[in-house]
């Protein structure tokens, strides 16, 4: 059973930084692209990064430059590396193994001084 475990969200203050993980299990990690997402208060969920077996990274206009996603195959995790924050980087972040549509439960991460 494919499970995704977020953790690493709080209150940042602009332009700060910080660090979410994604401890995934249940399946071949290092086989498989992850990727993370974002859900503010009234708005739709959106794509932020995504990370494929190879390293290669994508990410989302808003973040690019600001944020870093990179994984541990080792420890079967994916992170997002957060920098620059900006208020409107507040939002629910959740992990996602993109072949399995398999989601986690999310992390809280509110960008305020």
């Known amino acids: 059973q494919v499970q995704l475990v977020e953790s690493g969200g709080g209150l940042v203050q602009p332009g700060g930084s910080l660090r979410i993980s994604c401890a995934a299990s249940?399946?071949?990690?290092?086989?498989?692209?992850m990727a993370w997402y974002r859900q503010a208060p009234g708005k739709e969920r959106e794509f932020v990064a995504r990370v494929s077996t190879g390293h290669v990274r994508i990410y989302a206009d808003s973040v690019k430059g600001r944020f870093t996603i990179f994984r541990d195959n080792d420890k079967n995790t994916v992170y997002l590396q957060m920098s620059s924050v900006k208020p409107d980087d507040t939002a629910v972040y959740y992990c996602?193994?993109?072949?399995?549509?398999?989601w986690g439960e999310g992390t809280q991460v509110t960008v305020s001084s």
């Open positions: 996602n193994a993109p072949h399995f549509n398999s």
């Open positions: 249940g399946f071949t990690f290092s086989n498989y692209g």
